[in-house]
């Protein structure tokens, strides 16, 4: 399977980018994929600042060719770490219910199923571009240049003659019908193709 990388932040000549402009390009949706599994607040936040903490340390010694492929096994593990130390805790120190039980197996199996050569490969890009060719024209013309072109709110309202509150609608209405289009790989779209 061949891979391709979604990656934003292109590093030439040898020039490694900050850590404030990898927090700033990454943190959002390692928070985002994170929370998608431990389903809370202060434990994603922490999950993905030291996922962020791992590359930048990483990046001082070595070249990282996907910062986001690196990153993406940095937190789905710290995510498992997290749940199954939490499955522990509750064997031990409390009485959980069935459906609880079964909820947190769920969560583990499901980041421990997570392929990332799959997610990586033009299989999974070709499944999200269906799901984008679902959009309204408008709609999918700004997500392609909001995703792909890397261009920010203003530079898509200036080309496309609408307003930035428009850019924002068509990215708001694209999130959710990604989200239903894509409901089984949501987490792994937020992550690759949302900032």
């Known amino acids: 399977m061949e891979s391709i990388y979604y990656d934003d932040i292109h590093i030439s000549g040898g020039i490694k980018p900050s850590f404030p402009e990898l927090y700033h390009q990454y943190h959002h949706r390692s928070f985002l994929f994170a929370k998608s599994f431990v389903h809370l ?28 492929s690196f990153l993406f096994r940095v937190i789905k593990n710290k995510a ?23 909820e947190l ?34 709609t999918q013309e700004v997500f392609l240049k909001s995703r792909f ?19 924002e609608y068509h990215m708001t209405k694209a999130l959710r019908v990604l989200s239903i289009q894509l409901k089984d790989y949501f987490p792994l779209f937020l992550f690759f193709f949302w900032k």
């Open 41 to 68: 607040d202060e434990i994603a936040e922490e999950i993905a600042s030291d996922g962020l903490i791992v590359l930048w340390e990483k990046m001082k010694t070595e070249e990282i060719i996907s910062p986001k």
């Open 80 to 102: 498992l770490d997290y749940l199954k130390h939490r499955k522990v805790h509750n064997r031990v120190f409390m009485s959980t219910d069935d459906w609880e039980e079964r």
């Open 105 to 138: 197996e769920l969560r583990i199996s499901s980041l421990e199923g997570m392929d990332e050569d799959y997610v990586l490969s033009k299989e999974f890009f070709a499944l999200v571009m269906q799901a984008v060719a679902l959009l309204p024209a408008k």
């Open 149 to 167: 072109e890397h261009l920010s709110g203003k530079e898509i309202a200036d080309q496309l003659g609408i307003s930035v509150k428009g850019v």
